[in-house]
């Protein structure tokens, strides 16, 4: 299927009667706030399967969700039946992210786990409390480096809010540009997260669909030459 563009930072991958898979830009919310109900991808796709019609019924459900900053693939239902089969078996489709972060790694390869919690502003952070926090697990794998920046490939075992963002930075490598988990960093002008592939199983027939989009331009400028 040809890719379909949308307003403000949306581009539909593939869609079908059941699923629609888009690639969302940096700076676009996937749901709606209190301050911001409209600019939201979650509301477009909306607009976008309702073909302007405000009283159709039909409509686009949540699965998953990316960061206000995050850039990269998301995968919306068209059906309750559809978005429910998804989420049951999340954990168990690959998902696989690109970061740049501050500094360079001795490991160049590792893998992260810890138990997440969240304070009353909204901050996630680790815990040794097992009961309250929730298990998280994250790879990463460095690809290139410079003198100041590492550009990793991620796999997010878990979804926890927060995760891969919490645990690079716990691991002394903030997210470029993600100034709450501790990055001052400016050069993107974003933050440097991308969700760079997804592999699920198709809500109905169960084929398996791997998509993949390109690493950001301005990712990779930071290692021209590396």
């Known amino acids: 299927m040809a890719k379909k563009h949308l307003l403000k930072g949306l581009t539909i991958i593939h869609e079908d009667q059941d699923i629609i898979v888009v690639n969302k830009a940096s700076g676009l919310l996937t749901i709606a706030t209190v301050k911001e109900k409209i600019n939201t991808a979650h509301f477009m796709l909306n ?16 699965v998953h969700r990316l960061d206000r900053e995050t850039s990269g693939l998301l995968v919306f239902a068209k059906s309750e039946k559809a978005k429910q089969y998804l989420q049951e078996n999340w954990s168990q489709f690959s998902k696989k992210y690109v970061a740049v972060v501050e500094g360079t790694f001795q490991d160049k390869k ?117």
């Not at 976008?48 to 949540?62: E, H, L, M, T």
């Open 47 to 62: 607009d976008y399967v309702r073909k302007g019609n405000p009283k159709s019924r039909a409509r686009v459900f949540i």
């Open 110 to 226: 590792g893998v992260i786990e810890s138990y997440l919690m969240e304070n009353s502003s909204c901050h996630v952070f680790s815990t040794q409390d097992k009961v309250k926090g929730k298990y998280a697990k994250t790879a990463y794998s460095v690809v290139k480096e410079s003198d100041k920046y590492s550009l990793l490939e991620v796999d997010l075992f878990t979804g926890r809010k927060n995760q891969i963002r919490v645990h690079l930075s716990e691991a002394g490598h903030p997210i470029v540009g993600d100034k709450v988990y501790g990055s001052r960093d400016k050069v993107l002008n974003r933050m440097g997260l991308h969700s760079l592939s997804l592999t699920f199983a198709h809500p109905y027939s169960k084929k398996e669909m791997h998509f993949k989009t390109p690493v950001p331009q301005a990712f990779q400028m930071l290692f021209k030459g590396k």
